[in-house]
T-cell receptor, first 114, second 111 residues
Framework: KAGVTQTPRYLIKTRGQQVTLSCSPI?????VSWYQQTPGQGLQFLFE???????NKGNFPGRFSGRQFSNSRSEMNVSTLELGDSALYLC?????????????FGPGTRLTVL | DAKTTQPTSMDCAEGRAANLPCNHS???????VYWYRQIHSQGPQYIIH???NNETNEMASLIITEDRKSSTLILPHATLRDTAVYYC????????????FGKGTRLHILP
């Protein structure tokens, strides 16, 4: 079974631009979560989508948004990019959104903001 | 804030068992303990999870103390490919129902 895929793998943007990242979950998985990872901070939760609805949201500004499509694919958008947005953005999928639903992570998209 | 504490780093000789500790003293009765690892520049990889019984799979064993306030991940025969950051996570059951990652343990496997 194919794993979680994320595109693009690498991205370079400048301050003020906006960016869209894409995540395709494992077939049959309906939950997609997004995380930001920066050096020294570990993984920080952004938001989770289940059946096209945002279920949970972390403590990030409104510049960070997302959506999920009927095929469970998800996109994350960051508007008005700041230097501090440079990070590895990880997507994780799971069959459901319950505590026993194991999350499987994609390889991530490394975003560099200049 | 993460609900777990782990040592910042550990060393283990290749071929020996690597024992990674994790404290989760405020864990609730229905919260699971999950372990992930992240090899440099890759996404986190699921290893194992458990509630209160010890668990074993093809990758590792998870030993949870009887009071559930701590656990140990055991890699029985560590190889160089096991060099990674290991995250111990307690699945938080609050209204946000999200996973909170801490800083993890950087495990170095020494040849």
């Amino acid at each position: 079974k194919a794993g979680v895929t994320q595109t693009p793998r690498y991205l370079i943007k400048t301050r003020g631009q906006q960016v869209t990242l894409s995540c395709s979950p494992i077939s049959g998985h309906r939950s997609v979560s997004w995380y930001q990872q920066t050096p020294g901070q570990g993984l920080q939760f952004l938001f989770e989508y289940f059946s096209e609805t945002q279920r949970n949201k972390g403590n990030f500004p409104g510049r960070f948004s997302g959506r999920q499509f009927s095929n469970s694919r998800s996109e994350m958008n960051v508007s008005t990019l700041e230097l501090g947005d440079s990070a590895l953005y990880l997507c994780a999928s799971s069959r459901g959104s319950g505590v026993t639903d194991t999350q499987y992570f994609g390889p991530g998209t490394r975003l560099t903001v200049l | 804030d993460a609900k777990t504490t782990q040592p910042t780093s550990m060393d283990c000789a290749e071929g020996r068992a690597a024992n990674l500790p994790c404290n989760h003293s405020t864990i609730s009765g229905n919260e699971y303990v999950y372990w992930y690892r992240q090899i440099h520049s890759q996404g986190p990889q699921y290893i194992i999870h458990g509630l209160k019984n010890n668990e074993t799979n093809e990758m590792a064993s998870l030993i949870i103390t009887e009071d559930r306030k701590s656990s140990t991940l055991i890699l029985p025969h560590a190889t160089l490919r096991d060099t990674a950051v290991y995250y111990c996570i307690v699945r938080v059951l609050n209204r946000d129902d999200k996973i909170i990652f801490g800083k993890g343990t950087r495990l170095h496997i020494l040849p």
